[in-house]
């Protein structure tokens, strides 16, 4: 267990005083048992630091439990670190997560309005929003479509695109427009990359579940995973290939003796269809891997996904 005095950030020592358990109401035991809390100030904010007891957590996991501490003690919620490798402090920037690793390197809040004034979180993308803005990225005709027109290529109902469309616009990512007739006419608000990175907050992995079997069913299931990511990379394969499957159309019984350890493949139940066919799209795949903790894994990625925004 690390105890602090004071950190150092740019170059300037700051005092922390650690916050007792009656100041706490609302957290969760596991908070309090894997964290110390340290009150502090910069440049006139007020923020509280979570330094670790146990083992470090996943971008995700930082950014979800800085949310809801957030809520709850209606402060800033900023992690300590020893240190940092880059790739680390890349993905907790990707995240928004504030923190301060060691003496040389901080991400601290710079607005001056404290969490209770600034705008909630409009949610998260649903499984229907996501493979929509995921195809408007990966070049299918989707920017000025109707309801209509996508449901004849999309595997979904009319109703489910609606309510699809209807996500976006809640997270401000489409701003529908509407023809003389009435109709409506999807346009995003942004592009490219821009897209993609006003997106990301709100999107989650796709992959539900995972198991394995001995043998697949008839018909084409595009590799998933380490699979795809060594078509998409140098990286070898792992020695248990890895399929996607949509949940939709996902039975149990033709996969035979499906089990969650072992098996020579490795299924993944997908929350969307894959967009693919010899391997899951490279955006999908990004967010299934992205709390993958080795770093040979963590740098195809990235290469990965930068190579598509080139």
Not at 139 to 163: F, N
Request: aromatic share 10%; proline share 4%.
């Amino acid at each position: 267990m690390q105890n602090l005095d004071n950190i150092i950030v740019a170059g300037i020592k700051i005092a922390l005083n650690e916050r007792g358990r009656g100041s706490l109401k609302g957290i969760t035991v596991d908070d309090s048992m894997r964290y110390n809390f340290y009150d502090f100030s910069f440049q006139g904010i007020s923020m509280l630091l979570l330094v670790s007891k146990l083992s470090k957590e996943t971008p995700l996991q930082y950014q979800r439990r800085a949310a809801r501490l957030s809520a709850v003690l209606r402060t800033h919620i900023v992690f300590y670190f020893d240190r940092l490798d880059y790739y680390e402090k890349k993905r907790l920037l990707e995240k928004g997560v504030y923190y301060v690793a060691g003496e040389n390197n901080a991400y601290l809040p710079t607005l001056l309005t404290t969490p209770s004034t600034r705008r909630k979180a409009a949610g998260h993308l649903s499984a229907c929003g996501q493979y929509i803005l995921l195809s408007q990225l990966q070049g299918k005709t989707v920017e000025g479509s109707t309801i209509s027109s996508l449901a004849e290529w999309m595997p979904y109902t009319y109703v489910s695109i609606a309510k699809g469309v209807q996500n976006l616009e809640d997270l401000s990512l489409v701003a529908s427009k509407k023809k003389p007739d009435g109709t409506k006419v999807i346009a995003f608000t942004k592009s490219g990359r821009e897209l993609w990175e006003a997106a990301k907050p709100f999107m989650a992995s796709p992959i539900k579940k995972t198991v394995f079997c001995d043998v697949l069913p008839s018909g084409k299931y595009p590799a998933a995973g380490i699979s795809a990511l060594s078509s998409f990379s140098n990286l070898a394969d792992d020695d248990t290939p890895t399929v996607a499957v949509y949940a939709g159309r996902f039975k149990e019984v033709d996969f035979g003796d499906v089990n969650g350890f072992d098996g020579r493949f490795k299924v993944e139940i997908w929350k969307y269809p894959p967009i693919g066919e010899d391997a899951v799209d490279k955006l999908s795949l990004y967010l299934s891997l992205e709390e993958d903790q080795d770093p040979r894994v963590h740098k195809e990625v990235e290469l990965m996904i930068e190579s598509i925004w080139k």
